[in-house]
Every structure is written in C-alpha cells, then in structure tokens.
C-alpha cells in the first residue's frame, strides 16, 4: 500500500497535524498501557478502519477479505480520509473499530499510553517479527516497552530515481558515498546536464518534501540513535549534527547549475510531477532535463510520473538506495501503517492481525504495485517490475530502518514550522541558520 506520500495522504488530505494537538482531547484513563484494549467485541462482525483509498484500497481488500472469509469473519474495512480525527471521536463516543491501520505514530502512540490499545507482545510472537522484518520496523509503534503497532506493508523513502535509456548510454554508476553523489553531481553538471528534479511544491503541506531531505542526511550523518533523539528533541535542529545535514542539502538546492529551473523554482515546483523533466517528450533517451529524482516508493502510481514511463517502467526508470556516508552505511528511511488491535480478547480479530504479520501476506497487492512488504523473506517474484524488486531490496539490505521524523515530531513543529521554515529557506527568505533556529523556538514547552 502506498498509503501516504510522506506526509499527505494520496487524496491530498494533510495527515500529522493532528497527533499531538488532539491528544488533548483523548479521555484520560489514567492508564499506562498494558490493558486489552477499549474494544469489548468477541463476537465474529469484525470492523477495520484504513486511512488509504482508490486502487490501495480494494487492492488490500482483495489481499485480506478471502481469508477472512475462509474463517467465518464478517471483516469490514472502511477507508477514512480524515482518520486522524476521526478515529480519536470514535474512541471518545465508543464507536471503537476492532483494529486500525495508523499512518503515523503519534495518535497511536497517544492512544497505547491511555490504555485504548491492546500490546501486541503477548498476541504476536514479537521477537521473530523483529528478525523477520526490515530493521527498526517496531519501534514507531513501541510504549513503554511493549509494541502496539506493526505495519503490513511498508513505502520506502531513501531512493534516487533517474533515467534509464540516457544513464546506460552514458555509462553513469550509482554512487556508494555522499562525496560521490556530490562528485556525480559536479560531472553531469560539467557535461552541460542538470543534475537535479527538485519541488516541494504541495498545496497546503508545502515544504515536506523538504524535511525528508534534512531526515534523511540526519540519519545518515547521526545514525539511528542520534536520529530518534532529533525527534525527541534531545538533539536540537541548530545542532552540529543538523546542520551538517543542512549544509549537505543547500550544495544540492543552492549551487548553480545542480537543480532544474534552478533554485528559485523549487518551491513552486509540485514533488508529483517534479521528477517528469527526466522524461522530456522530445528526447527522452538521449537528453532528459535531469538525471536525479530523490523521492518515496510512493511515487511510483498513476498520476505523478507520466503513464507511459510507468507502463515500461523497467525500460525507463531506474533506482538506488540514497548513498549513506560510506558504501557501508545502509540507514534507511520510510514508513508505513501501524496496525493496531482495539480488541485484544476478540480472537477472531486476533487472527486478521495474525494473518497480515505473515511472510506471504499481501501478495495480490505487491502484484498491482500497491504493497512493498515489510518482510525480507517476502517472494520477490511478486513485485511487478524490477524496479518493484529495487525499491524493496534498499529496505530488506537496510541496516536500520528508519520511521519518518517529521511524523513523529509534535505537530506543531513537524507538519508546521519545519515545513515552512524549509520553504522559506529554500526559497531564499530566511538564512539556514534561522531557519533552524525557528523550528527549535516553535517546540512545545511540553
């Protein structure tokens, strides 16, 4: 499921806005976790709320109802575009779903520590979870010690795309360094080419594009460690580390001659189609308007690169992992919905959660494009293209897999300030030193 490009969901609803401002208005029980959760159903009519819709949607539909069915479960699943806020009213009216699919960490979170959750530990066989799937992938939906949330599928976000027909002629390799990337950078700017397709550009979520370039060069210049204490905010954004990343980011954006329409463009450019200069009509193979597109697996769906390069996507695109500080260093960076249990008692619920933490599950929606598993065992042959194959592969070789952190920050500051203080920096307004400064001061005292 391609549920989210970073930080929107497909139908262009912003998500991560709403964590932390509507913790507040969560019922306090009092509790710390560890309870069964808030609903009381036993019986078989099994109800599931997803954020994702359209082709994601019946995709995972298809995936899980036969199963379903195969065990007498009545399950219905309803697609919610405004699940943040939604499924915060359902649990203070006790319209409670039996599990939920959470496309960010923060209301999860919020719920687990209230006791609305069931801890997934004595449910799952967590241990083998953890060997069996990327790297890190339980710990955005982790509480105290217990999980309560774990993705069925996954999307991908530390990818460069470029084109292929024009990168095979030219003979160009895929750089294992930052230095080399820099170093391919410069020569395809010394051949007369644009480097960079680069647009944060997204209606009201504009800038998002941007923090996951700061994300991703944090993880890869701070490891995993000093990345989560960025989000708790023990490493501060006018911090050494981050803004080495910022330094890293602005000889991307700011040189002269590295990103098309230059820089002045970036912020009026959509992320969507941002990347399609790669393939100008009139000379694809021979001349693109650019050669490097960093974005999420997500991107791959209709409507943002052009049909027909989707259609022989394996003829046009080609993919790799965004080059840590070494070839060595594999940190990468993604997401994924948790899915949560509200019915820890309910065994036939139990066994539709049990049933998506499978190796094999999800295989008709890998099919279609829309799931990339969060299993390394996961059968390749399932995924529709090479490029499919690609994506997936930078997960499963990942030495630590890395939840967005702007979805995990308080919403004021990761779907807020640092979005525009991204754009305003980019876009030649404030300074990068400001720019950092402000993210910092706009944190809640609590």
Known sequence: MHTRR????????????????????????????????????????ISMVVAFSGSQFDDFKQSLLPYAKSQGITLQINSDSNFNADIVNKVNSGNIPDIALFPQPGILLNLAKQGKLAPLDSILDVNKLK???????????????????????????SLVFY????????????????DELISLSDKLKGMGKTPWCLGIESGSATGWPATD??????????????????????????????????????KIFATPGYVYG??????????????????????????????????????VAPGDFPDPILKDQDKYLGVFRFPGTSASSKPVEGGGDLAALFSGKNQNAIKIMKYMM?????????????????????????????????????????????????????????????WQQMTNWISGQTSESSALQAIDSSWPAS
Not at 235 to 241: A, G, M, N, T, Y
Not at 364 to 369: D, N, P, R, S
Not at 376 to 400: C, G
């Open 6 to 45: 970073g930080k929107v969901l497909r139908l262009g609803a912003v998500v991560g806005v709403l964590p932390v401002v509507l913790a507040g208005c969560l019922g306090s029980s009092g509790k710390t976790g560890g309870s069964q959760g808030a609903n009381t159903n036993t019986g078989k009519n």
């Open 131 to 157: 060997s069996e799937m990327v790297t890190g992938i339980t710990q955005p939906g982790t509480y105290n010690g217990k999980v309560y949330g774990v993705p069925p599928s996954i999307n991908v976000k």
């Open 163 to 178: 084109p292929k027909i024009a990168w095979d002629k030219m003979g160009l390799q895929a750089p294992q360094s930052l």
């Open 213 to 250: 370039w700061l994300e991703q060069l944090v993880l890869d210049y701070g490891g995993v460690n000093q990345y989560n204490d960025w989000i708790s905010h023990k490493v501060k954004f006018d911090s050494p580390l981050v803004k080495k990343a910022a330094d890293y980011f602005q």
């Open 262 to 299: 230059g820089q002045k463009s970036i912020a009026s450019s959509n992320f969507a189609t941002a990347g399609n200069p790669m393939f100008n009509d009139n000379n694809t193979e021979s001349n693109p308007g650019c050669f490097l597109y960093k974005q999420g697996s997500f991107i």
């Open 358 to 418: 499978q190796p094999t599950f999800g295989q008709f929606a890998a099919k279609q494009g829309n799931l990339i598993s969060p299993f390394k065992s996961f059968n390749m042959s399932n995924y529709p293209s090479e490029l499919y194959r690609s994506m997936a592969k930078v997960a499963y070789d990942a030495t630590q897999f890395a939840f967005d952190a702007s979805d995990q920050m308080p919403g004021a500051v990761g779907t807020g300030s640092f």
